[in-house]
């Protein structure tokens, strides 16, 4: 039943989305994802910085063989190769204040390891691949640096790391 030109009331479906997906609309989530073939013993770092606002991060990473992945805060290194952080409404023109770089320089500390997860078989298969992620937010402290460091236990190791967060310029935990 329509009312003038209006849909009726009692028709309308109310459409409910969660805080994450509604800052995807507003232009404010962004993402980064990487592939990379490590040999063992062989890591890939990537400096995660923040800026003037709070990212609200989940992150995922994966391995063929056996991988581990640990996340540092507060390093006092440079990142060497800049990255594009995208965002996720690809219509959206708004930008982060957060950097990411892959690799790293310098410095005398990684940080603190707030994070690690190690798992996966020792030849690479399908079955015994490493894979773990951190579903429940982080929110990141202000301009800070993060190390996010997957490392290779196994030659040959296909690895992934997908990052996505939220800016938000107010930290409502505290």
């Not at 800052?23 to 770092?45: K, M, P, R, W």
């Not at 006092?76 to 800049?82: E, I, M």
Request: overall charge negative.
């Amino acid at each position: 039943m329509q009312i003038g030109n209006q849909p009726s009331p009692f028709t309308t479906p109310v459409v409910g989305i969660d805080y994450p997906h509604a800052e995807i609309h507003t232009g404010s989530h962004y993402f980064y994802a990487d592939c990379v073939e490590l040999d063992n013993g062989v890591s890939q770092d990537y400096l995660f910085t923040t800026g003037s606002k709070y990212p609200h991060m989940s992150f995922e990473y994966s391995g063929s063989a056996i991988t581990q992945l640990q996340v540092f805060e507060a390093s006092d290194k440079t990142g060497t190769t800049l990255q594009t952080l995208l965002n996720n409404n690809r219509a959206s023109s708004k930008t982060t204040t957060a950097t990411l770089h892959k690799a790293v320089t310098g410095g005398t500390t990684d940080g603190t390891l707030i994070w690690c997860d190690k798992s996966g078989s020792a030849t690479n298969q399908a079955q015994g691949g490493a894979s773990s992620s951190q579903d429940s937010e982080l929110i990141l402290k202000l301009n800070t640096k993060y190390i996010f460091r997957i490392t290779s236990f196994t030659n040959d190791n296909l690895t992934n790391l997908k990052i996505g967060y939220y800016d938000e310029s107010v930290n409502y935990g505290l």
